[in-house]
């Protein structure tokens, strides 16, 4: 059953333009009707996976009829991505709690990122690896209590990037192929390209956006026909 999440579609929800539905899923609920060969995606995994997975395609398919279309399957690819119809760009996000799905028909728009993350602090092993050298020295100016939440927004935003560029590039990019900005006052990001990649050249950059309500983190990419 899609229900209503208050918080979630007032903070997020204009992350993205208005030709962009979202909507928002329990993966917790009881296993949602799946629609023609999105069952084949669970049928050898996990009754938390084959949740997570109903939830995703339940708010796609409401996302869907926010537009003004009939819900269509979202397939899975041997990339385990998802395959979205022909016409339509998205983007499926979860944690334990939320599940949360992009969805737009707009021709401009090439692709959709969107990433959902707890906003609990990342490990300081991982810095390294998520965050290049320049990132690395932004956190080292920020507050000792501030670095490891800042650090899991890092994260969060090139996971939404990585999943807009994907749908062109079809290449999984190290953390280290991007390089991000922030401007925190405005809630916005830029992310450069640090390698060349399939339909991206090293120094492309493409914006986003993103918001911090109480324990999570959303990051929003738009990527539009004029990035690339």
Known sequence: MIQQKFAFPEF??????????????DPRAPMPRLIGDEVLAVEQVSAARAREFGAGRAAAH??????????????????????????????????????LAVVTDAPEIVALGLDLEPMSPLEPS???????????????????SQRGHFAKLIFCAKEAVYKAQYQVSRTMLDFQALELSFDLSAGQFSARFRVDAPGF?????????FAILSNSVFAAVELHAETI
């Open 126 to 144: 991982l810095w390294p690896v998520i965050c290049t050298s320049s990132e690395m020295d932004w956190l080292a100016g920020l507050g000792p």
């Open 201 to 209: 050249k090293a120094g492309t950059l493409i914006p986003g956006r």
């Open 12 to 25: 997020a929800r204009p992350l993205f333009s208005d030709v962009v539905a979202m909507a928002w899923t």
């Open 62 to 99: 409401a996302a869907m009829e926010l537009l003004g279309h009939v819900p269509r399957p979202v397939l899975q690819g041997e990339d385990r991505a998802p395959v979205w119809p022909l016409g339509l760009k998205g983007s499926i996000t979860h944690t334990d709690r939320d599940c």
